[in-house]
């Protein structure tokens, strides 16, 4: 039953605290000096933690997937990646979440635009795999890496004759709390793309950013090995860079505001965070959330993606980055 609001006399006259806050739940006000939990606090709360996904597990069950539900029924074929530890039912960080996806032979999924910004890893593909942009068809080969930024019509295909899989990466969580989500289908459902005149903004292919890698020096604070990165940056709210991890290497440990997803492109190696050890390999993803302290550390060498929010962090003067001596 809703309360009687309380009169202004009756809130005048209120004689002892416990009375006035009575008086002020029915006129939906709290009294600020009285709050149970502060709202200003000295750091972060890390209200999410790290996690790990295995492409193993994802790969099997895309497969099941793959003999349950065709791309009619769903329009699209993934797996979210949700951080259910931190009380979740969708974001892997704040303001991130990805996805496995899959798309067997002789399936199109589905063009259609949304507000929140996307961008694809591929992991598993063979010639015939694509994704068409704003009319423009490109084609999906591991390492690959394609955007679909706000607005712009994506539908995915596969001409081939085996399974595609990748990761998506998208700001909903971000879209989610500003609120500015808009969605539409394609009038023309399977739009159909031609192969790009020239080198597309949309696309990243694996065989330029390794040789970019190849001919980079190591990146000087020791955090990112040898670290390129991709557009600059790739979409309005998320930043990519490919990092190079030679054989028997370790980063520097640091900590940022950024919210950060990896995925391993080539490779083995561990990333400890806040002294909890992450075995990778290739196609995993992790997600390093807010103010983590973390590095990675590689027997073998590897490439790891590195998705970040940096973009957002430094446009709103939030990003802050913590690399000092305490943390080693
Ligand atoms: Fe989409």
Redesign the pocket.
Same mark, same amino acid.
């Given at each position: 039953m809703a309360l009687t609001a309380a009169t202004p006399q009756q809130l005048r006259d209120s004689g002892s605290l416990e009375e006035l806050y009575g008086h002020l739940a029915t006129v939906d006000m709290g009294p600020g000096w009285n709050k149970k939990t502060p709202s200003l606090y000295p750091t972060p709360k890390n209200k999410f933690p790290p996690a790990q996904w295995r492409y193993t597990q994802a790969k099997a069950a895309l497969d099941a997937a793959g003999r349950l539900i065709n791309t009619d029924l769903a329009?699209?074929r993934n797996l979210i990646l949700t951080n259910v530890k931190a009380g979740s039912d969708y974001a892997t960080a704040t303001t991130l979440v990805a996805a496995y996806q899959m798309i067997m032979p002789g399936e199109h999924a589905r063009s259609?635009? &949304?507000s929140?910004n996307?961008l694809r890893l591929i992991v598993d593909a063979e010639p015939g795999t694509y994704t068409v942009v704003d009319g423009v068809r490109l084609e999906m080969m591991p390492g690959d890496v394609l955007l679909?930024p706000n607005w712009c019509w &994506?539908g995915h295909g596969n001409d081939g004759k085996s399974n595609g899989y990748w990761i998506?990466f998208?700001d909903v969580p971000l879209v989610h709390l500003l609120e500015p989500m808009f969605f539409e289908p394609n009038p023309d459902e399977y739009a159909k793309g031609q192969k790009p005149s020239k080198g597309s903004a949309m696309y990243f292919a694996w065989s330029e950013t390794e040789a970019r890698l190849f001919g980079a020096s190591p990146e000087p604070t020791g955090r990112y090995g040898t670290q390129v990165e991709l557009g600059s940056p790739a979409m309005e709210t998320i930043a990519l860079h490919m990092m190079k991890l030679g054989p028997n290497s370790s980063t520097s440990p640091y900590r940022t505001t950024a919210n950060t997803i990896y995925s391993p492109v080539e490779g083995e190696g561990e990333t400890v965070v806040e002294g909890e050890v992450f075995a990778w390999k290739r196609g995993d993803v992790l997600v390093v959330p807010s103010w983590q302290k973390h590095f990675h550390r590689t027997a073998k060498g590897g490439v790891l993606f590195r998705v970040t929010d940096e973009p957002v962090m430094s446009k709103l003067g939030f990003l802050r980055e913590d690399h000092g001596k305490g943390l080693r």
């Open positions: 329009e699209r259609h635009r &949304h929140p996307a679909t &994506h998506d998208l």
